[in-house]
């Protein structure tokens, strides 16, 4: 097991990564009624207001895994958050993974925020990879990933029906030793 019950506060050059706050919620929101968000997430529209509320302000009391607002520096307010969960134990591996709302896309702040993170879990634990998934119909993301070292592994096909259509899931990973080489050579 990892135990991920500090809440870092991470700050880049546009983002800031920190525990989330009740005055998140309305973004918080925004972010999770995004047309956009819900296609790229595989979500549906169904909100409950007030199990969502409850969740985000549970989010810092959590000890097995990590919840953290991206907050764009330009603006002080949260435009996204990243995830890191579902901890494996048997290959010592998490999962990860982001969400942008309206408000933070287009400007290089989930770039950030994905280096951020996982730069902050190769530090700060003994994990020996972190895992995503990602929809076939979501380039910029499997972009980024790549960029920031994830390698594709797998593809789960027609794991998703949208629009009448099913989408594959590309399942990628980074490892602490790719990620090392990485820094190496950065």
């Not at 990564?17 to 998140?24: A, I, K, N, Q, Y």
């Not at 969502?52 to 949260?78: C, F, G, H, M, P």
Request: charged fraction near 30%; aromatic fraction near 10%; include cysteine.
């Amino acid at each position: 097991m990892v135990d991920l019950s500090i809440k870092p506060l991470i700050e880049g050059e546009k983002v800031v990564l920190r525990p989330f706050r009740d005055e998140d919620f309305p973004f918080i929101e925004e972010c999770l009624r995004d047309p956009e968000v819900l296609k790229l997430t595989g979500s549906s529209s169904d909100f409950d207001r007030e199990s969502v509320l409850k969740w985000y302000t549970t989010r810092n009391e959590q000890t097995d895994r990590l919840d953290l607002a991206i907050v764009d520096k330009s603006q002080t307010i949260l435009v996204g958050e990243v995830v890191i969960n579902l901890y494996d134990e048997k290959s010592h591996s998490m999962n990860f993974r982001i969400l942008i709302g309206p408000r933070g896309r287009d400007r290089g702040l989930g770039t950030e925020a994905t280096t951020l993170v996982i730069d902050y879990i190769f530090k700060n634990t003994t994990l020996n990879q972190l895992t995503l998934s990602v929809f076939d119909f979501n380039p910029r993301a499997k972009h980024v990933y790549e960029k920031v070292g994830f390698v594709i592994y797998g593809i789960d096909e027609n794991d998703l029906e949208f629009e009448g259509k099913w989408i594959d899931s590309i399942n990628m990973k980074l490892t602490r030793e790719n990620w090392i080489n990485r820094q190496k050579n950065a």
